[in-house]
């Protein structure tokens, strides 16, 4: 069906960048309507981090507008976050979803990132 892995994670200092990929492995006969990076902190809800659609339309998280950029290929088979001038609250474990019309969800198992000093 469809596989989604996260890779790019890890410890960066405040004020720096880190890029995400996300790859997207799937069969023909699914075809990607939008994919996002969501993020899950300790003690809060998984929130939304970014998302784009198949057409490139794209919709960010209010925290994280003007600093992270959500971006993919032509065929959904790779999704990447750039996330500049990173803060200490940009800390949490990122997951990436593929979906499909018809209410088809595929998440991976996430990504750890860390920003501090």
């Known amino acids: 069906q469809v596989q989604v892995v996260e890779s790019g994670g890890g410890l960066v200092q405040p004020g720096g960048s880190l890029r995400l990929t996300c790859a997207v492995s799937k069969s023909s006969r699914f075809v990607i309507s939008a994919a996002g990076w969501f993020r899950e902190a300790p003690g809060k809800q998984r929130e939304l981090v970014a998302r784009?659609?198949?057409?490139?339309?794209?919709d960010y998280g209010e925290s994280v507008k003007g600093r992270f950029t959500i971006s993919r290929d032509h065929a959904f088979s790779t999704v990447y976050l750039q996330m500049d001038r990173l803060t200490p609250e940009d800390t949490a474990v990122y997951y990436c979803?593929?979906?499909?019309?018809?209410?088809?969800?595929?998440w991976g198992q996430g990504t750890q990132v860390t920003v501090s000093s």
């Open positions: 979803k593929a979906g499909a019309a018809g209410g088809y969800n595929w």
């Open positions: 784009i659609t198949a057409g490139g339309s794209t």
